[in-house]
Each structure stands twice: as C-alpha cells, then as structure tokens.
Nanobody
Framework: VQLQASGGGLVQAGGSLRPSCVAS????????MGWFRQAPGKQRELVAG???????HYADSVKGRFTISRDNAKSTVYLQMNSLIPEDTAVYYC?????????????????WGQGTLVTVSS
C-alpha cells in the first residue's frame, strides 16, 4: 500500500493550493480518506475527511476555505485550499481508513502518506 501526496508549496496569505494524494495497492473506493496536518511542536490534527459515500467533515478552522474531494477512478483524494493564512503552515498528510466515518480521529487511520509541506507567508 502506498499513498503519495504532492502539491504543497510556498504561497502568500490569501492564496490557494490544491494538494493531491494518489493511492495504490488498496481498493480505494472502500476507504475513508482524510487530510491531516502537523505543525512544528503540535499534534497531527484532522483537517478534512471524506467517507465512501463522499460525505465530508471539516475542522472548524478550515470550514468555508478548504474542500476535500475524491476521484475513485483515479484513486486520488484532493484538498482545495483557498484563502490560506499563515496558521495553515504545516506538513499535510493523507490517510486512509476502513472505518466509514468522515470525522474519525487519526487513531482509526490505517494507511499514511509521506506528507507534503505547505508554507503560507504573511
């Protein structure tokens, strides 16, 4: 199983990024997918999740700014990030879980990607 995240980068405050995560070695449509982030000195936190039926969940801090989506034909999950602020700076990880709940915590995720760095400058 491999989750390959990409699409991070350096962006000014107010800008946008769209990381993606391609999965292989698993039946993608059977998995809830999530995007997490971890800033220096902080715990990894759930940013957004999408279950097998494409029901979504967002952290309060990103509601209205971020959108998670999935393309089962491409085994890919996306995170459209708009109106970025410096507090969004972190390494962003994608995860996969066989629990079918978009809001579940990281402890229920079985598979992890390597992370992609997002830096938002003020």
């Amino acid at each position: 199983v491999q989750l390959q995240a990409s699409g991070g980068g350096l962006v000014q405050a107010g800008g946008s990024l769209r990381p993606s995560c391609v999965a292989s070695g698993l039946t993608f449509s059977h998995y809830t997918m999530g995007w997490f982030r971890q800033a220096p000195g902080k715990q990894r936190e759930l940013v957004a999740g999408i279950d097998r039926e494409s029901m979504t969940h967002y952290a309060d801090s990103v509601k209205g700014r971020f959108t998670i989506s999935r393309d089962n034909a491409k085994s890919t999950v996306y995170l459209q990030m708009n109106s970025l602020i410096p507090e969004d700076t972190a390494v962003y990880y994608c995860g996969g879980s066989l629990w079918n709940t978009a809001s579940q915590p990281r402890e229920r995720y079985d598979e992890w990607g390597q992370g992609t760095l997002v830096t938002v400058s003020s």
